[in-house]
T-cell receptor, first 113, second 112 residues
Framework: NAGVMQNPRHLVRRRGQEARLRCSPMKGHSHVYWYRQLPEEGLKFMVYLQKENIIDESGMPKERFSAEFPKEGPSILRIQQVVRGDSAAYFC???????????FGPGTRLLVL | LAKTTQPISMDSYEGQEVNITCSHNNIATNDYITWYQQFPSQGPRFIIQGYKTKVTNEVASLFIPADRKSSTLSLPRVSLSDTAVYYCLPSPGGTSYGKLTFGQGTILTVHP
């Protein structure tokens, strides 16, 4: 049973470009969460989605960041016009339900030059 | 939201038992306590979860006293590969949704 998959594992972007991070949840999981971990810091919640719905985006910056989890395909975290401060590790987690154990993917490390 | 407090770091030696205690004085009635392990450049890995008393799995044991204001993760006979950051956090078990709040965690270093 494959775990949470994220791709790419590493992503390099220049300032002003767009970054797209993908997350495929574990089989049978319909709840997806995105977290960001800045260097030397703990993980911070960004957004919680179910299929085709954003449940909680209280941790997501209001500008340039968006997330979706379509009916078919992976969840996508999109960062427009990236800046150096967006450089971080972005982790996706999935669960069967909103109150059940979250399992994390390996992360995408974004570096903005 | 319950705030958790853990030691910033701990040191141990191979073969020893390690106990990491976490305090969570304001834990909500319906919240569980969950522990994750994180290695450098990897995502957090679920270790164990409990509500009260003692839970044991193939990796660790978790002790939660009756007042639930603290919990202790016990790692038996650690090895060098157990060197990692360990996070204790309340996980919603009631009507609230599963937004996890990670603290600083405990950096465990296992020495040969």
């Amino acid at each position: 049973n494959a775990g949470v998959m994220q791709n790419p594992r590493h992503l390099v972007r220049r300032r002003g470009q767009e970054a797209r991070l993908r997350c495929s949840p574990m089989k049978g999981h319909s709840h997806v969460y995105w977290y960001r971990q800045l260097p030397e810091e703990g993980l911070k919640f960004m957004v919680y989605l179910q299929k085709e719905n954003i449940i909680d985006e209280s941790g997501m910056p209001k500008e340039r960041f968006s997330a979706e989890f379509p009916k078919e395909g992976p969840s996508i975290l999109r960062i427009q016009q990236v800046v150096r401060g967006d450089s971080a590790a972005y982790f996706c987690a999935s669960s069967r339900g909103g109150q059940e154990t979250q399992y994390f993917g390996p992360g995408t490390r974004l570096l903005v030059l | 939201l319950a705030k958790t407090t853990q030691p910033i770091s701990m040191d141990s030696y191979e073969g020893q038992e390690v106990n990491i205690t976490c305090s969570h004085n304001n834990i909500a009635t319906n919240d569980y306590i969950t522990w994750y392990q994180q290695f450098p450049s990897q995502g957090p890995r679920f270790i164990i979860q409990g509500y009260k008393t003692k839970v044991t799995n193939e990796v660790a044991s978790l002790f939660i006293p009756a007042d639930r204001k603290s919990s202790t993760l016990s790692l038996p006979r650690v090895s060098l590969s157990d060197t990692a950051v360990y996070y204790c956090l309340p996980s919603p078990g009631g009507t609230s949704y599963g937004k996890l709040t990670f603290g600083q965690g405990t950096i465990l270093t296992v020495h040969p």
